[in-house]
């Protein structure tokens, strides 16, 4: 049973990007106790960080076929642009978990649009890593795991 995570442009400089709306923990931090909460499930965790558009549609296309059952999805940047992760999340037609650690509809109306969400099972904003870490254990709990 496998959650996987993406991450997209700039997550890479989580920790010293914009400290007071991103937060000071680090990409692997967090990727680490993602980790540790699917291994407590009994299941496993693959996280992927691109700084590209067209990493990330390969990615989620890998995913059609590699054992992935659900997808949590921080796209960054590529939330408020980005045609083509909406059609490669619709083509592989997993469950995702649009996840933001900024509260995007605080911010700038540039980001207040997602290309994303009407796609999504669920959207978090807001609440800083603690939104990957709830998006995780609700992937593992609608996948059965146990002890999630
Ligand atoms: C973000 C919000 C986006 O608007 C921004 O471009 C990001 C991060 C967030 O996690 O709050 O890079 O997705």
């Known amino acids: 049973m496998q959650v996987l995570v993406l991450h997209g442009p700039n997550l890479n400089l989580l920790g010293t990007r914009e400290p007071e709306v991103y937060g000071s923990q680090t990409l692997s931090q967090i990727d680490a ?72 509809h605080r911010r700038e109306p540039f980001r207040h649009h997602s290309y994303l969400s009407d796609l999504a099972v669920g959207v978090i904003c807001g609440l800083g890593a603690n939104g990957y870490r709830l998006a995780v254990r609700h992937a593992l709990a609608s996948l059965g795991a146990v002890g999630a």
Do not use: M
């Open 33 to 104: 106790e993602l980790s540790a909460i699917a291994t407590e499930a009994g299941a496993s965790l693959t996280s992927f960080q691109s700084n590209h558009e067209g990493a990330l549609v390969d990615r989620i296309q890998a995913a059609r076929t590699d054992g992935t059952r659900f997808i949590v999805i921080n796209p960054a940047a590529y939330t408020h642009t980005s045609v083509a992760i909406r059609d490669a999340l619709a083509g592989v037609s997993l469950p995702f978990i649009e996840v933001h650690l900024s509260n995007i």
